[in-house]
């Protein structure tokens, strides 16, 4: 009888990193949970992508809103029931509404942290109060503006700097059995970032890269190479922030 396959959560998958990171745990040989809100064919699309290349059933897309309780609960009931098991949960559900401070409102504020602060809290939450193994993994995801900070993402940069005292609380209580970590990526080329920073201006990518010693923009498979560390290879590391941004941000 076969090995049964680990299996990956990531929400906000897709597209942009957590689409790739999708594709990568699949070539390692994990099944694929890939979770999204609104991108119903684009989620479609990349599951059978993975599905075509790896085997039927080794990806399922499942519609939920991170921020939402209740939907997060039926999201791991169905990952659970269609794949048996959650293993590694990544979070990469995200949003930017980008404005000046002084005109920023109130549910500018709470979708932003909604998403991304208590949604982590929750997707990690319900995944910790399920897991039954002995080698668990959370992987949260940071921002270097969650400690410089920048113009006109007072919600964002606040809600990533969250996440990293969020990723520290999660480590110290879950250990050992569930390791939780933050991966913070600089500029990753993706059609989000190149959109955020308008890099498709050849004047605004120059002073990008002239920010970064590696001379070059991160690709999501950057990403997944520290993940993969993170999960397959390291043991003995938790609450840690590992930044993958070419060394723009040395600390």
């Not at 109130?106 to 002995?134: K, M, N, P």
């Not at 080698?135 to 900070?149: D, E, K, Q, S, Y």
């Not at 609380?169 to 933050?182: K, Y």
């Amino acid at each position: 009888m076969a090995e049964e396959k680990k299996v990956v959560l990531i929400t906000g998958s897709s597209r942009g990193i957590g689409a790739a990171l999708a594709r990568s745990f699949a070539e390692k040989g994990y099944a694929v949970a890939i979770n999204y809100l609104k991108s119903e064919r684009a989620a479609g699309q990349l599951q059978e992508g993975i599905d075509a290349r790896y085997g039927v059933g080794t990806a399922v897309a499942i519609r939920a809103d991170v921020g939402s309780r209740s939907d997060v609960s039926q999201l791991f009931e169905q990952v659970t029931a269609r794949l048996n098991r959650v293993d590694v949960l990544i979070n990469t559900a995200g949003l930017n509404i980008d404005k000046p401070f002084l005109e920023m409102t109130d549910e500018d504020w709470s979708t932003v942290l909604g998403t991304i602060l208590t949604g982590t809290f929750i997707c990690s939450q319900e995944f910790a109060r399920r897991y039954r193994g002995e080698a668990g993994h959370i992987i949260t995801i940071g921002a270097v503006t969650a400690l410089r900070g920048r113009k006109n993402g007072a919600n964002y940069c606040s809600a990533r700097a969250g996440i990293l005292t969020l990723t520290k609380c999660m480590a110290m209580e879950l250990a050992p059995r569930i390791r939780v970590n933050c991966v913070t990526p600089g500029y990753i080329n993706t059609e989000e970032v190149i959109e955020r920073y308008k890099l498709d201006e050849q004047e605004n990518l120059k002073r990008a890269l002239s920010s970064i010693p590696m001379s070059r923009l991160g690709t999501p498979e950057d990403v997944f190479q520290i993940i993969n560390f993170i999960v397959n290879t390291s043991s003995y590391v938790t609450g840690q922030n590992y930044f993958v941004d070419g060394g723009s941000y040395m600390h």
